[in-house]
């Protein structure tokens, strides 16, 4: 007998069909007269559950991508938040840094006036001491 293995002996119809074994067609089987209603249906039967089981694990496959989505978007705005306050900080920081060269540079100058007017001090002292120690007529 050939097909799916559907004859009248439940030998040759246990070689063919050895893979199902729903209690319809164990039944369907055993008896002389096959009964293709309740064969097609325990067919429909099986491929209803591998659909669901197929649909379920792709349900949840789905659920998982979504949530995975959900957090992946919660992950990059907290990442963008953090870039856009480190952004905020360098921008302080290189106006922090502009200010403190312009006081350093300011400090050297106020340096440099001060040294000058030392030597000038030194040298107006040192004039007042040379008249000081010059013997006098």
Not at 89 to 98: H, I, K, L, M, Y
Not at 108 to 115: C, D, G, N, S, V
Request: with cysteine; net charge negative; aromatic share 2%.
């Amino acid at each position: 007998v050939t097909g799916i293995g559907i004859g009248a002996s439940s030998s040759s119809s246990d070689r063919g069909l050895g893979r199902y074994t729903s209690p319809c067609r164990s039944a369907a089987l055993n008896s002389s007269s096959f009964d293709a209603g309740a064969a097609v249906e325990d067919l429909l039967l099986q491929r209803r559950s591998a659909l669901e089981e197929s649909f379920g694990s792709s349900s949840a496959m789905r659920n998982q991508a979504e949530q995975m989505d959900v957090v992946l978007r919660a992950s990059i705005s907290r990442l963008e938040s953090r870039v856009r306050v480190l952004e905020g900080q360098g921008v302080r920081a290189d106006r922090r840094a502009a200010e403190l060269a312009g006081l350093a540079q300011a400090l050297t100058e106020e340096q440099r006036a001060l040294l000058i007017r030392l030597d000038r001090l030194e040298e107006q002292l040192r004039t007042r001491n040379e008249l000081a120690e010059a013997p006098t007529e």
